[in-house]
C-alpha cells in the first residue's frame, strides 16, 4: 500500500544535540512538506519541497534545516537553535496537477520530546 | 493574510447525537479552497472534504455534512449520528489559488477536538 512513513514514532534528545526525523513516500508525489503541531496551535509549516534539489521555508522555519536528494524521501534536521523543539511533527506530500492540488496526504508523526 | 478561526477548543457529546463544528476564515483571495480534515489518536491526519470559493452548495456523504457560506466567511461540519470512531481532532484549512510553482501553503484552524460518550 502507498503511503508516507514517519520515523521515529518517538525521540528523545538532550538540549543541544542535533536530531533527523525521517519521512518516505511511495505515492510518487512531487510536493512534500513538514508540519510542526503544539497543543492548541493547531498546524504550522517548516518547510516545503515542491522538487527534488529544491526547497522553501515554511513560516517557522527557524532552527530547522531540510533536504531533498530523492523525489521519495523528505528528512527534516532539528538543530539545536531551535528553542522549542518538544512538538509533533508531521510531514505531508501532495497530489501533482490540480485535480489534486493541495489535498495533503500526511503521515503518522515523530513525537520529539526534549529532556 | 489568511486565517482559520476554530472557536470550539472542545465538544462532547452522547453518542447518536448529532454535533456541528464551527470553521471562520479570512482570506483576500477571490479563489480559494476550504477544507477539513480529522486527526485520529493514531497521530496521522484523514482529509475528508475540499471545496472551492465557486461551489457553494451543500455536500453529504454519509453521516457527514459540510456547509459553505460565503455571505458569513464559513465552513461547518456536522456529523449526524456521533459514533465513538468519530473521537478526534478535526481541523479546518484553507488554501490559496493553486499554481504549479506558487506557495500552496495550506493555513490551519487550531483544531476542535471531538468526544463521543458512549
Known amino acids: 500500500d502507498g503511503g508516507i512513513t514517519q520515523s521515529p514514532k518517538y525521540l528523545f534528545r538532550k538540549e543541544g544535540q542535533n536530531v533527523t526525523l525521517s519521512c518516505e513516500q511511495n505515492l510518487n508525489h512531487d510536493a512534500m512538506y513538514w508540519y510542526r503541531q503544539d497543543p492548541g496551535q493547531g498546524l504550522r509549516l517548516i518547510y516545503y519541497s515542491q522538487i527534488v534539489n529544491d526547497f522553501q521555508k515554511g513560516d517557522i522555519a527557524e532552527g530547522y534545516s531540510v533536504s531533498r536528494e530523492k523525489k521519495e524521501s523528505f528528512p527534516l534536521t532539528v538543530t539545536s537553535a531551535q528553542k522549542n523543539p518538544t512538538a509533533f511533527y508531521l510531514c505531508?506530500?501532495?497530489?501533482?496537477?490540480?485535480?489534486?492540488?493541495?489535498?495533503?496526504?500526511f503521515g503518522a508523526g515523530s513525537r520529539l520530546t526534549v529532556l | 493574510a489568511q486565517k482559520v478561526t476554530q472557536a470550539q477548543t472542545e465538544i462532547s457529546v452522547v453518542e447518536k447525537e448529532d454535533v456541528t463544528l464551527d470553521c471562520v476564515y479570512e482570506t483576500r483571495d477571490t479563489t480559494y479552497y476550504l477544507f477539513w480534515y480529522k486527526q485520529p489518536p493514531s497521530g496521522e491526519l484523514v482529509f475528508l472534504i475540499r471545496r472551492n470559493s465557486f461551489d457553494e452548495q451543500n455536500e453529504i456523504s454519509g453521516r457527514y455534512s459540510w456547509n459553505f457560506q460565503k455571505s458569513t466567511s464559513s465552513f461547518n461540519f456536522t456529523i449526524t449520528a456521533s459514533q465513538v470512531v468519530d473521537s478526534a481532532v478535526y481541523f479546518c484549512a484553507l488554501s490559496g489559488s493553486i499554481s504549479n510553482f506558487g506557495n500552496e501553503k495550506l493555513t490551519f484552524g487550531t483544531g476542535t477536538r471531538l468526544t463521543i460518550i458512549p
Open positions: 505531508a506530500s501532495r497530489l501533482p496537477g490540480s485535480t489534486g492540488a493541495n489535498v495533503l496526504t
